[in-house]
């Protein structure tokens, strides 16, 4: 039997795969064709030209940072935008100082009796289907648009810390807890976007929110 | 592998950007923006896009400079940005369609920076990579030119490693079809032994 793509780009990667497959490789026509034509491609990819970026752009960057990043204070929704980004915000700051962590029981260890996170990523990728589901207005206001601005940063940075989780030695527990956070600041997130959706007089289906 | 995680830039260029010198952020802008700006071409290909994703890219970096703590490689701190809000445009629906709306002119786009000398095959490439769902060729280019491993790209993905190597083998299958249209013709013969 033929080996697979994914065997055979295992195999390209040095990833561990079965005796067979690389037996298999070494004595099919097809098989080895295939294997050289992935190591060619990934080298073709990698040798690929740069773009260069349009000479405007750092120009249109300077301008973006010398104007004041607007405040979320008149718009409709906006004062709820600041709430819940406060709320977040706090639970960011007591968790990267500690004080969120919660206490574990004597001889337990520090890895959590359940692991939340596979529910925790499956919330958040709820949410963020909910959020696909809803229609941008065709104007946005200038606070609103800030204020979901403001959330996808963190949360962009939260999917930063997480993207590194392995690297930065996180344990289970601190992946749990920036998992809390996603989903907080999804569902801060969620709840703009409806205030901003109410804000234009669009129907809303009514869609439960709780935490886990 | 992307020369990204290659680029150095000064702890006193960051310190002056952070105090807001804005020849350290311009210095910052020409050290980075070329390797961010090709990685978000080649995530989202639509040069209209990518151009006001770089924007917000460099916008967002230089506004939480003091999120970078020194852990790790400064040019891999923006990638990780750069990533993440390429793929966050890729998840928007609103933006999504906007993908298809100039597909020809996609298809005959070249990279500012090509010689006259490059290999026939490079336009070829690029043509076909362009022609990938937008997931598998932003898998493809993760794991076989940044270097990304499977379990960081379905981190990045909110999905299973499986489905990381599925997507790359997709797009692996879809780039030999569209460069090598005959190959379902190959059967399995031995191979020619050296001996």
């Known amino acids: 039997m033929h080996a697979g793509t994914k065997e055979l780009i295992d195999l390209r990667d040095g990833a561990p795969v079965a005796a067979r497959v690389i037996r298999h490789s070494a004595e099919c026509e097809r098989c080895s064709t295939a294997l050289t034509h992935l190591a060619q491609t990934q080298l073709q990819l990698r040798q690929l030209a740069g773009f260069q970026p349009p000479q405007r752009a750092w120009l249109a960057i300077e301008q973006r940072l010398q104007q004041p990043q607007p405040m979320p204070a008149r718009a409709v929704g906006a004062g709820l935008a600041a709430t819940l980004i406060g709320a977040a915000l706090l639970s960011m700051l007591l968790w990267s100082s500690g004080q969120w962590r919660t206490p574990q029981p004597a001889g337990s260890g520090a890895t959590p009796a359940v692991d939340t996170v596979p529910l925790l990523v499956a919330r958040s990728q709820q949410i963020e289907a909910l959020l696909r589901g809803l229609p941008r207005p065709a104007v946005e206001r200038a606070a609103t648009s800030a204020a979901i601005d403001e959330l996808q940063t963190r949360i962009q940075v939260l999917d930063v810390q997480l993207s590194s989780a392995q690297e930065a030695g996180l344990d289970r527990t601190e992946a749990q807890q920036l998992w809390t956070m996603r989903v907080q600041l999804l569902n801060s997130l969620l709840s703009v976007r409806y205030a901003e959706q109410t804000a234009h007089g669009d129907f809303l289906p009514v869609i439960a929110t709780g935490d886990i | ?195």
């Not at chain 2, 210095?27 to 995530?43: D, G, H």
Request: proline share 5%; charged share 20%; with cysteine.
């Open chain 2, 1 to 195: 592998m992307s020369h990204f995680l290659d680029i150095q830039v000064p702890e006193a260029v960051l310190d002056g950007a952070r105090a807001g010198d804005s020849a350290a952020r311009a210095q910052i802008f020409m050290a980075l923006s070329k390797p961010v700006y090709t990685l978000i071409r080649r995530l989202v290909v639509r040069p209209a896009v990518a151009e006001e994703l770089l924007q917000d890219v460099f916008v967002d970096i230089l506004r939480n400079l003091s999120l970078y703590r020194g852990e790790g490689s400064f040019a891999g701190w923006v990638r990780s940005i750069a990533v993440s809000k390429a793929l966050m445009h890729l998840r928007s629906p609103w933006h999504r369609r906007l993908l298809f709306e100039d597909a020809e002119g996609l298809l005959a786009s070249q990279p500012a920076d090509s010689s006259e000398g490059a290999h026939e095959w490079h336009g070829d490439l690029e043509r076909a990579l362009n022609e990938l769902p937008a997931v598998a060729r932003s898998i493809v280019w993760l794991h076989d030119v940044e270097g990304y491993k499977h379990a960081e790209i379905a981190q990045l993905f909110g999905q299973s490693v499986s489905f990381s190597k599925s997507q790359l083998a997709r797009a692996h299958e879809l780039l030999r079809h569209l460069l090598e249209p005959q190959t379902g013709v190959l059967t399995c013969t031995p191979a020619p032994r050296n001996s």
